[in-house]
């Protein structure tokens, strides 16, 4: 049960990216006032959790609407936080757990970003969508191991909403390089997971002759 917390904590921290969030929330909101920004960073996280909780309950029923195998979601999601592990060891922006550039400038000419680009998808992302569907498959019904997911999201979502509300004293406190010096070792340990979920994914399909 530890182990999956651990995988399911470090997993949501590195796709939804708290401090990234937290980031360029503060960015997104340098006029508003402190009540305001408040508001937007528990609308904005509230409404990511109603998004991620739907993708928990009706990931697995989409699988088997469109014929997808566990094994697939497991080879396919760990190529995915593969992706985004490689960025983040780099420490270059990705579309998997931030906004892109586009996005970034749409958002500036908006009061209200709790919606977009906060909720989703700078909050509830690709990558996020992804893990949750994969975490909860890979419990494979086991509601203890479903429900330490959750509250491991629950969790992740909490450390994101708090760091949006201190986000330009997280900014002086670690500055740019500190951030990225973070943002490197969990890209390091998400890749070993992700390449953990590939293996299970190929030894599980059949493809090697395995039973």
Request: some cysteine; aromatic content about 6%; hydrophobic content about 60%.
């Amino acid at each position: 049960m530890l182990e999956t917390a651990l995988v399911a904590l470090t997993t949501y921290f590195a796709t939804i990216g708290p401090l990234d969030v937290a980031a360029i929330f503060a960015a997104l909101t340098p006029h508003n006032t402190s009540s305001e920004r408040r508001a937007i960073a528990v609308k904005g996280t509230l409404m990511a959790l109603g998004i991620l909780l739907l993708f928990a309950a009706f990931g697995d029923a989409l699988l088997h609407l469109f014929g997808i195998s566990l094994a697939a979601l497991r080879t396919a999601g760990g190529i995915l936080l593969l992706l985004i592990a490689i960025d983040m060891v780099f420490a270059r922006p990705s579309g998997g757990v931030t906004t892109t550039e586009e996005e970034n400038r749409e958002a500036t000419a908006k009061h209200d970003i709790s919606v977009f680009p906060l909720a989703t998808p700078l909050i509830a992302g690709p990558g996020a969508m992804g893990a949750t569907i994969l975490l909860v498959a890979n419990a494979e019904g086991d509601w203890q191991i479903i429900g330490l997911v959750v509250a491991s999201l629950i969790a992740m979502l909490a450390l994101t909403c708090l760091l949006m509300l201190v986000a330009a004293q997280i900014q002086r406190l670690f500055g740019i390089t500190g951030l990225h010096v973070i943002s490197r070792v969990f890209g390091v340990l998400l890749a070993a997971l992700a390449v953990q979920f590939i293996f299970d994914g190929i030894a599980s399909s059949g493809l090697l002759g395995g039973s």
